[in-house]
T-cell receptor, first 114, second 112 residues
Framework: AQSVTQLDSQVPVFEEAPVELRCNYS??????LFWYVQYPNQGLQLLLK??????LVESINGFEAEFNKSQTSFHLRKPSVHISDTAEYFC????????????FGKGTKLSVIP | EAGVVQSPRYKIIEKKQPVAFWCNPI?????LYWYLQNLGQGPELLIR????????DSQLPKDRFSAERLKGVDSTLKIQPAELGDSAVYLC??????????FGPGTRLTVL
């Protein structure tokens, strides 16, 4: 069985400050890892994903996440946040190729303070 | 390309009433998922379809929940009768292959 732990339920941060949203997973097999973002009253949008290859993955809007196999982590970072980044962020894991089961964490609410 | 479409976006009903949610996946996506998202929680899978076949419905409460995907395209999720604890957001997602799921906006259900 696989599981995801998002260590912070809420993260307030001032605009233009850096932020890190933490995610740890457990799985007995190789994994695919995802970060989804959910804006108020909207569905989930894929932010970035790790499938294989480089352990550092980036999104088009400045977020990045690093897959750390030894620490079973996939933390999300952004060097300078904007008001528009205010949303809920979900980390998710699947058991690699051929697996359709996506297990989500409980989410982290990022609040950017002007 | 149109995304996953869900309707209605919001639904308010009284307990013991029936309710149905509709989902139209991204064109060509053969895999369709229904998720339940409780307040303050991540989505949890209810059922997965491969074309018109339900291949994983182990988490679907079959005493009151049912789903169908006729012709392997649109899907309907039904609750009958609804209970207070069913208040949540019901998300539909679709994928082509196994690794990237695309989500709809969800239906927010309130049971009074």
């Amino acid at each position: 069985a696989q599981s995801v732990t998002q260590l912070d339920s809420q993260v307030p941060v001032f605009e233009e400050a850096p932020v890190e949203l933490r995610c740890n997973y457990s799985s007995s097999v190789s994994v695919y890892l995802f970060w989804y973002v959910q804006y108020p009253n909207q569905g989930l949008q894929l932010l970035l994903k790790y499938l294989s290859g480089s352990t550092l993955v980036e999104s088009i809007n400045g977020f990045e996440a690093e897959f750390n196999k030894s620490q079973t982590s996939f933390h999300l970072r952004k060097p300078s946040v904007h008001i528009s980044d205010t949303a809920e962020y979900f980390c998710a894991v699947s058991s690699g190729a051929g697996s359709y089961q996506l297990t989500f964490g409980k989410g982290t609410k990022l609040s950017v303070i002007p | 390309e149109a995304g996953v479409v869900q309707s209605p976006r919001y639904k308010i009903i009284e307990k013991k009433q029936p309710v149905a949610f509709w989902c139209n996946p991204i064109s060509g996506h053969n895999t369709l998922y229904w998720y339940l998202q409780n307040l303050g929680q991540g989505p949890e899978l209810l059922i997965r379809y491969e074309n018109e076949e339900a291949v994983d419905d182990s988490q679907l409460p079959k005493d009151r929940f049912s789903a169908e995907r006729l012709k392997g395209v649109d899907s309907t999720l039904k609750i009958q009768p609804a209970e207070l604890g069913d208040s949540a957001v019901y998300l539909c997602a679709s994928s082509l292959g196994s690794y990237e799921q695309f989500f709809g906006p969800g239906t927010r259900l309130t049971v009074l």
